[in-house]
């Protein structure tokens, strides 16, 4: 899937600049991508370094979205650009989408800042791999007839999208695979925010986004997809995040939808207010 260039009217929250201490120009400059990328997608609501709701985490770039331009099919004309929830079914009629939509997005600058120096990647991989086999296996066989308390509320018509809180559950071997499935993280990528956003629905959608070729689909986090950029793009001193708009971004996996609840949603938006605030309050006494 490819996105498009959006011509439309000004976004009401977006963050422009964001650098942290430290912070290198490439690392800088996918961020603001990120942030382009979104307001093509039709995002009325950007900003970066974000903290995530109910944790220590800020995310490199989050979006939220309420109305109709991030849910377009991908067959529509490139005029419309297609969607990051088109899987979730057709476009309804113009106007409120049915939910809130939001996206993290954290961005990668090159394998080391994305995987840990190790010479066990390989079987790391295959290890996690068995592990969330494991994982779907107990909730597809024994949570869901064992637990349905965990299920939440406004049930889906189809299975496949009914949404389910496993990370309360009791199931003593369930809580170990998601241990072990933790340490597994924390060996391949140096930390658990990956996993720790992916178990707690913290967005709808999670996304990897790196130079091409420098991430591969199973080097993913479990629940993550991947968007990537040109090389160039990520390159030389940060630019305006207006003049990224025509840079082309390929979603090339597509993350899981993660159902997160509504108080979540409505906390990540009102965080994203604070980032935007507190970058203008920043501009404006500089």
């Known amino acids: 899937m490819r996105t498009h260039p959006r011509r439309s009217a000004p976004p009401a929250i977006v963050l422009l600049k964001g650098e942290t201490v430290g912070e290198t120009n490439e690392h800088a400059q996918l961020k603001r991508l990120g942030v382009a990328t979104l307001l093509r997608l039709g995002f009325p609501a950007a900003a970066v370094e974000v903290r995530c709701p109910s944790s220590r985490y800020r995310a ?27 899987d979730l079914g057709p476009a309804p009629p113009p106007g409120p989408l049915p939910e809130p939509r939001t996206v993290i997005i954290e961005c990668k ?5 994305f995987l840990r120096d190790t010479g066990d990647l390989a079987a790391l991989l295959a290890k996690r791999e068995a592990l969330e086999t494991r994982r779907e296996r ?8 064992e637990e349905p308390h965990l ?13 389910w809180d496993f ?47 420098m991430v591969q689909p199973r080097e993913l986090p479990t629940g993550w997809g991947l968007m990537e ?3 160039a793009s990520a390159k030389g001193r940060p630019k305006p995040w ?12 597509r993350s899981a939808h993660h159902w997160p609840r509504a108080p979540v949603r409505t906390r990540l938006l009102r965080n ?11 501009k404006s006494n500089s």
Do not use: N
């Open 60 to 86: 490199d770039v989050a979006g939220y979205a309420d109305t109709i331009p991030v849910w377009q099919s991908q067959a529509d004309t490139d005029a419309t650009p297609p969607s990051l929830f088109a």
């Open 109 to 113: 600058r090159d394998r080391a800042d």
């Open 138 to 145: 107990i909730e597809r066989e024994r949570l869901v007839h």
């Open 151 to 163: 299920r939440r509320t406004g049930a889906y018509l189809f299975h496949d999208l009914e949404a």
């Open 167 to 213: 990370t309360k559950s009791a199931c003593g071997a369930y809580r170990a695979v998601l241990r072990e499935l933790r340490a597994l993280e924390r060996a391949i990528y140096g930390h658990t925010k990956f996993t720790m956003m992916a178990r707690y629905a913290i967005a709808d959608r999670l996304y990897v986004l790196a130079p091409r070729g």
């Open 229 to 231: 950029c040109p090389k």
């Open 242 to 253: 207006e003049s990224l708009l025509e840079t082309e971004v390929t979603v090339v996996s």
């Open 272 to 282: 994203i207010a604070v980032a935007a605030t507190r970058e203008a309050s920043r």
